[in-house]
């Protein structure tokens, strides 16, 4: 059993930034992958980027290389997402979530998903 829980999100403008914090318990948590994905109305989820506890570098979509950064640490049990230069399509719902590969986290098919954290960035 692993719980998530996320924390960071509110209203910033373009241009700004944001650092979210998922903290993670249980006693399975090193043995998985996390992830970081976000979902808009009306869209699909859409994955963001993963890091594992054990090593190996973290890995971006697309959409957000250069700008987000996943960090860790395993000390505490908490995953960052360090949010920059926003956009206004980067408003969404963002999640935290772990599975056992780095392959099923990038495919969204995640055993443990957080409740979410509200992002909002403004024009």
């Known amino acids: 059993q692993v719980q998530l829980v996320e924390s960071g999100g509110g209203l910033v403008q373009a241009g700004g930034s944001l650092r979210l914090s998922c903290a993670a318990s249980g006693r399975t948590v090193s043995m998985y992958f996390m992830g970081w994905f976000r979902q808009a109305p009306g869209k699909e989820r859409e994955f963001v980027g993963t890091?594992?506890?054990?090593?190996?570098?973290?890995a971006y979509a697309d959409s957000v290389k250069g700008r987000f950064t996943i960090s860790r640490d395993n000390a505490k049990n908490t995953v960052y997402l360090q949010m920059n230069s926003l956009k206004p399509e980067d408003t969404a719902v963002y999640y935290c979530?772990?599975?056992?590969?780095?392959?099923?986290?990038?495919?969204?098919?995640?055993?443990?998903w957080g409740q979410g954290t509200q992002v909002t960035v403004s024009s």
């Open positions: 979530a772990a599975d056992l590969t780095v392959r099923t986290v990038v495919a969204g098919a995640c055993r443990y």
């Open positions: 890091v594992s506890w054990s090593g190996g570098q973290p």
